[in-house]
């Protein structure tokens, strides 16, 4: 079972900045937090990964609590390509399968 | 990056048949792949997990003889949907870790099949 919970849906205006929470307060210490999205008819995407200290790349921004204990992916400025299910993942890092909870799916408005 | 070609993007076949997919590592070795399913407005669930030269190791309720996989080559994995039936038709995805140990997994485009 996946070890994350992700609210079901979200929406967000195109050009604001989109927030996606993810709590995982069951995470071990050596557990990586990942994150991926999935656009409609393809196979997922590796968006950005941290353990405890934020991180980030062209494409987000990954803000880790303290405790570990949840995480919020931000995407700076949504566009419509942003439409997708996003994948909170936790896994520590052998090459253990990904196990994907239901994710969040969010909606990009014009 | 690490890029998993996955083949055909999408099959319709006859009830019945078998229908092969093929997922190649172009630039990197992949010993390890993971094949997962995904049912309309559902999750992706993981099948099996081959490795280079040896069985593939399938998740419980998944028919091992209804789904071979074989992964021959470090390039190349494949799963054959045998005796395929309607209830088969999903999406079916490859994945393989990339080698660069925490930086996670590269995954296939995916197969569409559909069984008619």
């Known amino acids: 079972d996946a070890k994350t919970t992700q609210p079901t849906s979200m929406d967000c205006a195109e050009g604001r900045a989109a927030n996606l929470p993810c709590n995982h307060s069951?995470?071990?210490?050596?557990?990586?937090v990942y994150w991926y999205r999935q656009i409609h008819s393809q196979g997922p995407q590796y968006i950005i990964h941290?353990?405890?200290n934020n991180e980030t790349n062209e494409m987000a921004s990954l803000i880790i609590t303290e405790d570990r204990k949840s995480s919020t992916l931000i995407l700076p400025h949504a566009t419509l390509r942003d439409t997708a299910v996003y994948y909170c993942i936790v896994r520590d890092s052998g090459n253990t399968p990904l196990v994907f909870g239901k994710g969040t799916r969010l909606s990009v408005i014009a | 990056g690490a890029v998993v070609s996955q083949h055909p993007s999408w099959v319709i076949c006859k009830s019945g048949t078998s229908v092969k997919i093929e997922c190649r590592s172009l630039?990197?070795?992949?010993?390890?792949m993971f094949w997962y399913r995904q049912f309309p407005k559902q999750s992706l669930m993981l099948m099996a997990t081959?490795?280079?030269?040896?069985?593939?190791?399938?998740e419980q309720g998944v028919e091992k003889d209804k789904f071979l996989i074989n992964h021959a080559s470090l390039t190349l994995s494949t799963l054959t949907v045998t005796s395929a039936h309607p209830e088969d038709s999903s999406f079916y995805i490859c994945s393989a870790p990339t080698g660069t140990g925490v930086y996670g997994y590269t995954f296939g485009s995916g197969t569409r099949l559909t069984v008619v």
């Open positions: 069951t995470i071990s210490g050596n557990e990586y």
């Open positions: 941290g353990l405890k």
């Open positions: 630039d990197f070795q992949a010993t390890t």
């Open positions: 081959s490795n280079e030269g040896s069985k593939a190791t399938y």
